[in-house]
């Protein structure tokens, strides 16, 4: 049975997480019904009403899985000062998401910092794997989840991005011309 310090600890790892996705939230609840909504969606995008569980749990996950890492590994000084580096980048990227998406409206930029969030899930999981193969395979949920929101990233900038131009050398120079 653990005791009441490392139940304190397990619960720390796992509300921390928490707490960036529940600001995030807060943050962005009005630019959901005042943008979001009006947005074009690929047909896979799944319910809005998904994803605040889904958050919930691969957050509870991750946060486990640092807390096994951080017990295995020796704390921030042993072994597992590397993955809860990778931890933290990850953790970082993770939140940063939410603002450049639904604050900023910047699609293609949400896209960008998703990719870097998938490859750093990836490197963290890994990492843990390494320390603890519990704490790696916690990962793998949020990684697929990761990749799925990368493809409905990359679908909504797509969908929601005007073609660039394709104008012609002699349109561009003919219409400098005639000004």
């Not at 939140?95 to 900023?104: K, S, V, Y």
């Not at 390494?130 to 697929?144: D, E, K, M, Q, T």
Request: proline content about 7%; overall charge positive.
């Amino acid at each position: 049975m653990q005791s009441k310090g490392e139940i304190a600890k397990i619960v720390g790892a796992v509300l921390l997480p928490q707490l960036g996705g529940f600001v995030n939230g807060k943050l962005t609840r009005t630019q959901i019904t005042e943008w979001y909504t009006h947005l074009n969606f690929p047909w896979f995008k799944p319910p809005n009403w998904l994803f605040a569980p889904v958050w919930t749990a691969l957050y509870s996950g991750m946060g486990y899985a640092s807390y096994l890492v951080w017990k295995t590994g020796g704390g921030f000084g042993g072994p597992a000062q590397l993955p809860l580096a990778l931890y933290g980048t990850q953790l970082a990227l993770n939140w940063a998401w939410t603002p450049i998406f639904f604050g900023l409206h910047q699609l293609k930029w949400s896209l960008v910092e998703i990719l870097a969030l998938t490859g750093s899930v990836a490197a963290t999981g890994v990492a843990f794997y390494r320390i603890n193969p519990l704490a790696g395979y916690l990962f793998v949920p949020y990684f697929a989840w990761c990749a799925f929101a990368s493809a409905l990233n990359y679908q909504i900038y797509s969908l929601n991005t005007p073609p660039a131009s394709t104008a012609t050398i002699e349109e561009v120079t003919d219409g400098a011309k005639s000004k």
